[in-house]
């Protein structure tokens, strides 16, 4: 569970990064919107996947509702699931 949870998170991240920073300049700059709506499927998808491991991985490890709130938070802001990553789950 802790590989896939992980595994998700950095993904997460690296879908975030490129949904902002590549394919919507493309899509509002260039006006090419299919990378916008490939890569926004991936991470609509992975989103919540991150939001049902991370609620599942706070039951199995029984956390606080404070860390189960950072981690929520963290899948809000760029760079954080990669610091989440890091930070709880490699010590998990």
Excluded: C, D, Q
């Excluded at 499927?41 to 996947?49: D, E, N």
């Excluded at 049902?52 to 509702?65: D, E, P, Q, Y």
């Amino acid at each position: 569970m802790l590989k896939l949870f992980r595994a998700t998170a950095i993904l997460e991240g690296i879908s975030y990064l490129l949904l902002f920073g590549l394919t919507m300049p493309l899509k509002y700059w260039a006006e090419i919107g299919e990378p916008n709506k490939v890569v926004g499927y991936a991470h609509g998808i992975l989103f919540i996947a991150y939001i049902i491991i991370a609620f599942v991985f706070w039951l199995l490890k029984k956390w606080s509702i404070k860390r189960l709130f950072i981690l929520i938070i963290a899948s809000l802001l760029p760079f954080a699931t990669f610091y989440i990553e890091k930070k709880y789950l490699r010590i998990a």
